[in-house]
T-cell receptor
Framework: NAGVTQTPKFQVLKTGQSMTLQCAQD?????MSWYRQDPGMGLRLIHY???????DQGEVPNGYNVSRSTTEDFPLRLLSAAPSQTSVYFC????????????FGEGSRLTVL | AQKVTQAQTEISVVEKEDVTLDCVYE???????LFWYKQPPSGELVFLIR??????QNEISGRYSWNFQKSTSSFNFTITASQVVDSAVYFC??????????FGTGTSLTVIP
């Protein structure tokens, strides 16, 4: 069972570079979301989607873009990376819109120099 | 605004002791959902429980139990007879009808053998 798959697991960027964190799920979940985890801050919602073609902002959306062209995929784009975006990123999906159990990917550790 | 507070940043207990992790939440919605997740040292996020706002029954699952009290806006988690494998960061979370999840800052539990 693949569940939620995130790639890459580790990435080092220089300030100003762009990159995309990939997220794919094979559970046919309509709801997908991205979080960042920083020490002492818990998990904070960046963007979420309730279905293909629909995205919305969470608590900390600045500096990140998302799109949802298929049910399975929900990539997170950093257009111009900044050191403040150094974090661990988690993708999660849910079968019950925004109220059900979240299934998380293994996380992606991003360092911006 | 929705908010989840986990005032206990770090807790250490000796193996076989009982330990309670506190969670206090704020929301204006009458319909909402509460969750607990475990993050062991390996870093993945593991779902433990989901409870909706209309179900105040306490729940027990093995050594784990949860106490939901709407009167005090609390959803506390107790581990009975703690074990070394319980060492992890535990997150309490809230979701509302707005499709967003709000996580607390987490409680790091260390069980000393």
């Amino acid at each position: 069972n693949a569940g939620v798959t995130q790639t890459p697991k580790f990435q080092v960027l220089k300030t100003g570079q762009s990159m995309t964190l990939q997220c794919a799920q094979d559970m046919n979940h309509e709801y997908m979301s991205w979080y960042r985890q920083d020490p002492g801050m818990g998990l904070r919602l960046i963007h979420y989607s309730v279905g293909a073609g629909i995205t919305d902002q969470g608590e900390v959306p600045n500096g990140y873009n998302v799109s949802r062209s298929t049910t399975e995929d929900f990539p997170l784009r950093l257009l111009s990376a900044a050191p403040s975006q150094t974090s661990v990123y988690f993708c999660a999906s849910s079968h019950d819109s925004g109220t059900g159990e979240l299934f998380f990917g293994e996380g992606s550790r991003l360092t911006v120099l | 605004a929705q908010k989840v507070t986990q005032a206990q940043t770090e807790i250490s207990v000796v193996e076989k002791e009982d330990v309670t992790l506190d969670c206090v939440y704020e929301t204006r919605d009458t319909t909402y959902y509460l969750f607990w997740y475990k993050q062991p040292p390996s870093g993945e996020l593991v779902f433990l429980i989901r409870r909706n706002s209309f179900d105040e029954q306490n729940e027990i699952s093995g050594r784990y139990s949860w106490n939901f009290q709407k009167s005090t806006s609390s959803f506390n988690f107790t581990i009975t007879a703690s074990q070394v494998v319980d060492s992890a960061v535990y997150f309490c979370a809230l979701s509302d009808t707005g499709n967003q999840f709000y996580f607390g800052t987490g409680t790091s539990l260390t069980v000393i053998p």
